[in-house]
């Protein structure tokens, strides 16, 4: 019993050192501060309920009424928690009420856009990096494309794809791409230009051939550059993608249904729909993060 007890002291002394018990102090204030921001937010239309129909509420029955609310300003942690819920569990895949079949949808567009803009993003980073020419001329109009707002550029292009008769991923996958390609670039701009001088002086006094310098060099030493960039671009397509569903209307997407809660006043749908979306980023990032470890540690620049 007591082995028992000591090898149970030590594992909840690892967790804590390790960093769950702060990371579960730093939830719980915030499912805190959520719900006293619930009832402080929920409030007035209580009040307004009650005032019309006479009743005299309880400071409990008050607080259950604020958190219990059909349509209420802030939802409380547990109503979007049952959202998610019956989102996911509560519906068939093939559902149109399933955030599960809404998810895919907005995934197909950021994978595809994040497709266009990561290989964009490293072709014009190797010319850029071996063409001072386009490096003097792209690289200015690549800062300034990043300066337009998405919101201004999002209703353009589906205008115009929709005017060509293309609707559908395509054009939810360019604005991803818009917002991806430019992070790659300059991560991928910047780890090309890593090795020093005396390193590119001595692949030369060894005859390399510029090809060999990049693939033997440069390449490798861009690696931590390109993944960290990677995880920006992938969060940043998947913000496309939902900009891209809000202007055209869909019916389909995690933007369609922020659209479609917020036209009918379901804030439990729009934030279930957010912690969708902000679960589906956090999962990409980390699959980017898994492929980093992985390329890293194959070429010998990681244990």
Do not use: C
Request: proline share 5%.
């Amino acid at each position: 019993m007591a082995i028992g007890g000591m090898r149970g002291g030590g594992m909840l002394r690892r967790a804590a050192s390790g960093g769950v018990l702060p990371i579960l102090t730093v939830l719980l204030v915030i499912v805190m501060v959520w719900y006293v921001a619930a009832v402080g937010m929920n409030a007035q239309w209580v009040r307004d309920q009650a005032a019309r129909s006479g009743a005299v509420l309880e400071t409990g029955e008050f607080v259950r009424q604020t958190l219990t609310l059909d349509r209420p300003v802030l939802p409380a942690p547990h109503q979007v928690a049952a959202g998610l819920w019956d989102g996911i569990a509560g519906q068939k895949i093939t559902s149109k009420r399933s955030l599960v079949w809404h998810g895919w949808v907005t995934l197909s567009a950021t994978l595809a856009g994040f497709g266009i803009g990561t290989l964009a993003g490293i072709l014009l980073a190797v010319g850029i990096v071996h063409n001072r020419a386009m490096d003097q001329s792209l690289m200015p109009w690549a800062v300034a494309s990043q300066t337009v707002p998405i919101l201004a550029i999002a209703p353009m292009v589906i205008v115009v794809f929709a005017s060509a008769g293309i609707t559908g991923l395509l054009p939810k996958a360019i604005i991803a791409a818009w917002l991806s390609f430019f992070p790659v670039l300059v991560g991928m701009v910047k780890g090309l230009r890593t090795p020093e001088a005396m390193q590119m002086d001595l692949m030369r006094s060894w005859s390399a051939s510029p090809a060999q310098r990049f693939w033997r060099l440069r390449l490798p030493s861009s690696m931590p550059y390109l993944f960290a960039s990677l995880k920006v671009a992938i969060a940043a397509a998947l913000v496309g993608t939902i900009v891209g569903e809000l202007p055209a209307g869909a019916s389909s997407g995690l933007g369609a249904r922020l659209l479609s809660g917020s036209y009918y006043g379901q804030t439990v749908q729009i934030w279930s729909a957010l912690f969708t979306a902000a679960a589906l980023a956090g999962g990409l990032v980390l699959l980017i993060g898994l492929l980093e470890r992985l390329t890293l540690r194959r070429m010998g620049l990681a244990r």
